[in-house]
């Protein structure tokens, strides 16, 4: 039985059966919350779900609630929360019909996210274990770049850009906005800098409301950071962290801020958002980095007791088998990153 089918069943018997049926299962909270879902009312239903998820651990639409709350957390842009909950149901779960739905949306959340390995890694493992499956042709738009003519020349020409977008996205069935994104992606990893800026510098003017707004700006960051135009990807970045609801966006873009300054000399901003991270976002990937970096500036600035308890905090942070890396001696690693004026 397929994804839908199944739901409409499911949903056949909420509406219809007797209350015993179902008595102490959570039916009502669960029918509540996909009647949020379905409205489009996802931070609603995020909540609902998560409700469930606590109350009803064991019950019989627990896989469901899973799904249906990371779905939820794609649709507000927050994938970072989808993609582990999604993950551990594909991998964990125990109901066949979900697992196809649920490797789409853990691609989808990677193309959010803009993990082209894993995309790629993740659409060989959907090929061979669904390989008639409806959403093959949709998946084609994250990877249709390698397969068009168009890029396979030496050069492309600005004035291509438009024309080669509507031509992807008439024969990918994508919205013009992806088709351009896309093809700023492309650019970027053929090391053409100039026309990926101009690209994502049109996309922004054009699409200002796309999914991948934010991505774009935070992409045509990384290019002005390899023109040294620092002052300009500042402020870009700065745009990111106070409006894109990607966490990882923000946290992505902090520690860009931070390395620029490091990279500028000016050691007493990069500690500012070294610090943001470290203390705001402690679990995130790049929050040992940041106390590493944070510690390291304190201890160059003389501040010993402070840049010990920053370190005391990284043994802290890290598990048993970690936490003897996190003793060994660290300058020499760090200060290779750190200009001539604060070493020495």
Known sequence: MDFRKKLFVIFLLLTISAPSVFADSGDDLFKFGMNL?????????????????????????????????????????????????????????????????????????????????????????????????????????????????????????????????????DRENIP?????????????????????????????????????????????????????????????LKEIYLDTPDIDLKINSLYLIAEINISTGRIDEAEKYYRMISEDYKNSPLAEDSYYMLGEILKKQGKEKESASVFSTIVGLRNEKDNKKAKVETTEVITEKLPKSVTE
């Open 37 to 169: 879902y379905q409205n489009g009312k996802y931070a609603g239903a995020v909540k609902v779900f998560t409700n469930y998820l606590k109350k009803y651990t064991d019950s019989d639409f627990t896989e469901e609630a899973t799904y249906f709350l990371g779905s939820s957390f794609i649709e507000l842009q927050e994938y970072r929360e989808a993609k582990e909950l999604l993950t551990e149901l594909f991998y964990t779960g125990n109901k066949v019909y979900l697992k196809e739905e649920t490797l789409y949306k853990i691609i989808i959340i990677l193309a959010g996210l803009g993990d082209h390995e894993q995309i790629k890694e993740n659409l060989e493992i959907f090929r061979k274990k669904f390989p008639n499956s409806a959403y093959i042709n949709k998946l084609k738009k994250l990877d249709f770049i390698k397969s068009d003519d168009a890029l396979k020349k030496e050069s492309i020409q600005k004035d291509d850009f438009e024309e080669l977008a509507k031509k992807i996205m």
């Open 176 to 236: 013009i906005d992806s088709a351009y994104y896309f093809l700023g992606l492309d650019l970027q990893q053929k090391d053409a800098s100039e026309k990926s800026e101009y690209l994502y510098t049109i996309f922004l003017q054009k699409f200002p409301k796309s999914i991948w707004y934010y991505n774009a700006k935070y992409m045509l960051s990384l290019v002005l950071v390899q023109k040294k135009a620092y002052k300009t990807a500042i402020v870009n």
